[in-house]
């Protein structure tokens, strides 16, 4: 599960279903992000594609990108539109697919799949099966589909992981899928139980781009491409919607892949989730880096120096090499001392640098000009209290953009 501070699955299912049952009965309301025709033109609907889709459900269309620049879906194909909404995509798909083919409409809110299937029974479209779900447990049979399409609805999905290896059970094996969904730069990491809105309005569930893809190559998907990539935000009406999204780099991509013969092996799963480059990226969007560096400081100091002393009681020697060892402990610091100054760029609070800067440099004068312990000891407790401090600056920073109480 991807997991978002202060929400409960039945909360986010609560609020995603509020939200999308307005945009189902009352699409002229103010939303804080675009919808309707105006929206499909933006995202880069060919107009042609719209002509004919009943005004209705183009008015509540609330889809975040153009999944279609994937061309997943060829004529006779059996399709499943994963949070459908009011159904645009699958009416296009309904026509890509033509007469032999057939499409699935799967949306959580009713009303929106109550929406469709009164509109669809109307006018006569034959090709088109309504249905109420979740992404999480799809009422579908194994291999049942050739190709998916989805679009804006990943990002409000609780667990991810575990409707993206839903995705993979019904989709037949060489199956297409394209999507499009909200991605951002950097997690939200702030408790936001205070405000269900922000994850309906797709910001604060939204993963993070590599993270998003990497969830597919996992499952099992491969020649995971992106196909386009837009600032989706830009188009909202708010202007704190906006500021939220720049803050954390939220913008929309449109994806293709296609789904290997089988799931990868577990070991490849686990070299998959576990790559250490992937850690790294993670460390450093989560603010964490700085963290990271102190604790390999601490470990290479006084880890070393616990070494040093508890071989000899093991009957084993360890020749160290001091200037190396001093090397490895002043470039750790020095790591500290820079993901401070990457946090101060973003929150604007000197306090911390300047702390860890005083630390950092009576572990370096201790290590480099006079050596004592106690001064040493003190530089770290200095950097530590610096690198917490950073950490709260960047919490209090983000809760202030998402407007949050706790940002006062
Ligand atoms: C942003 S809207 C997009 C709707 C539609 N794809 C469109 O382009 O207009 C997201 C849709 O996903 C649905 N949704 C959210 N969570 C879901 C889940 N767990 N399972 C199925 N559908 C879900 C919502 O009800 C909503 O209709």
């Given at each position: 599960?991807v997991?978002?501070?202060?929400?409960?699955?039945?909360?986010?299912?609560?609020?995603?279903?509020?939200?999308?049952?307005?945009?189902?009965?009352a699409?002229?309301?103010?939303f804080?992000?675009?919808?309707g025709r105006?929206a499909c033109?933006?995202l880069?609907?060919?107009?042609?594609?719209?002509?004919?889709?009943p005004?209705?459900?183009?008015?509540s269309?609330?889809?975040?990108?153009?999944?279609?620049?994937?061309?997943?879906?060829?004529?006779?194909?059996?399709?499943?539109d994963?949070?459908?909404?009011?159904?645009?995509?699958s009416?296009i798909?309904?026509?890509?697919?033509?007469?032999?083919?057939r499409?699935?409409?799967l949306?959580?809110?009713?009303?929106?799949?109550r929406?469709?299937?009164?509109?669809?029974?109307g006018?006569?479209?034959?090709?088109?099966?309504?249905?109420?779900?979740?992404?999480?447990?799809l009422?579908?049979?194994?291999?049942?589909?050739?190709?998916?399409?989805?679009?804006?609805?990943?990002n409000?999905?609780?667990?991810?992981?575990?409707?993206?290896?839903?995705?993979?059970?019904?989709?037949?094996?060489?199956g297409?899928l394209?999507?499009?969904?909200v991605?951002?730069?950097?997690p939200v990491?702030?408790?936001c139980?205070?405000?269900?809105r922000?994850?309906?309005?797709?910001?604060?569930?939204?993963?993070?781009?590599?993270?998003?893809?990497?969830?597919?190559?996992?499952?099992?998907?491969?020649?995971v491409?992106?196909?386009?990539e837009?600032d989706?935000?830009?188009?909202?009406?708010?202007?704190?919607?906006?500021e939220?999204?720049?803050?954390?780099?939220?913008?929309?991509?449109?994806?293709?892949m296609?789904?290997?013969?089988?799931?990868?092996s577990?070991?490849r799963?686990?070299w998959?989730?576990f790559?250490?480059?992937?850690w790294?990226l993670?460390?450093?969007?989560r603010?964490?880096?700085?963290?990271?560096?102190?604790?390999?400081?601490l470990?290479?100091?006084?880890g070393?120096?616990a070494?040093?002393?508890?071989?000899?009681?093991?009957?084993?020697g360890l020749?160290?090499?001091?200037?190396?060892?001093a090397g490895t402990?002043?470039?750790?610091v020095?790591?500290?001392?820079?993901?401070?100054?990457?946090?101060?760029?973003?929150?604007?609070a000197?306090?911390?640098?300047?702390?860890?800067?005083a630390g950092?440099?009576l572990?370096?004068?201790a290590?480099?000009?006079?050596?004592?312990a106690?001064?040493?000891?003190a530089?770290?407790?200095?950097?530590?209290?610096?690198t917490?401090?950073?950490?709260?600056q960047?919490?209090?920073q983000?809760?202030?953009?998402?407007?949050?109480?706790?940002?006062g």
């Open positions: 599960m997991a978002i501070p202060g929400y409960s699955p039945r909360q986010i299912s609560a609020a995603v279903q509020d939200m999308y049952s307005a945009v189902a009965e699409p002229e309301s103010h804080h992000f675009p919808v105006a033109q933006a880069g609907y060919p107009g042609e594609q719209l002509a004919d889709i005004p209705p459900l183009l008015a269309f609330a889809g975040v990108g153009y999944p279609f620049r994937a061309g997943a879906i060829r004529s006779g194909d059996r399709v499943l994963l949070g459908a909404g009011a159904g645009n995509d009416l798909a309904s026509r890509l697919a033509g007469p032999d083919g499409v699935i409409a949306d959580l809110t009713a009303p929106m799949t929406k469709l299937k009164h509109i669809a029974d006018s006569g479209i034959d090709n088109l099966g309504v249905v109420q779900g979740s992404a999480e447990q009422p579908l049979p194994d291999g049942c589909v050739d190709s998916i399409t989805s679009n804006g609805a990943l409000l999905v609780p667990d991810k992981r575990r409707a993206v290896s839903e995705l993979f059970r019904v989709l037949k094996p060489g297409r394209q999507l499009a969904d991605v951002i730069h950097r990491s702030v408790d139980h205070e405000d269900p922000l994850w309906v309005e797709c910001v604060v569930g939204a993963t993070v781009k590599e993270e998003l893809l990497a969830l597919f190559e996992e499952a099992g998907f491969e020649d491409r992106v196909v386009g837009h989706y935000f830009a188009l909202s009406p708010s202007d704190q919607t906006r939220v999204a720049a803050s954390f780099g939220a913008h929309a991509i449109e994806v293709g296609r789904r290997g013969a089988a799931a990868p577990r070991l799963q686990w998959l989730r790559a250490p480059g992937r790294l993670l460390l450093r969007r603010g964490l880096f700085g963290i990271a560096a102190l604790c390999l400081a470990l290479s100091c006084y070393t120096l070494l040093v002393g508890l071989l000899p009681l093991l009957g084993l020749a160290l090499d001091e200037g190396a060892w402990i002043a470039a750790f020095v790591l500290t001392l820079a993901a401070l100054a990457a946090g101060l760029r973003r929150h604007r000197p306090g911390p640098l300047v702390l860890a800067s950092g440099g572990i370096l004068y290590l480099f000009i006079d050596y004592r106690l001064v040493e000891l530089g770290f407790v200095l950097l530590a209290i610096a917490l401090w950073d950490l709260r960047r919490r209090r983000e809760a202030r953009v998402l407007g949050l109480a706790s940002g």
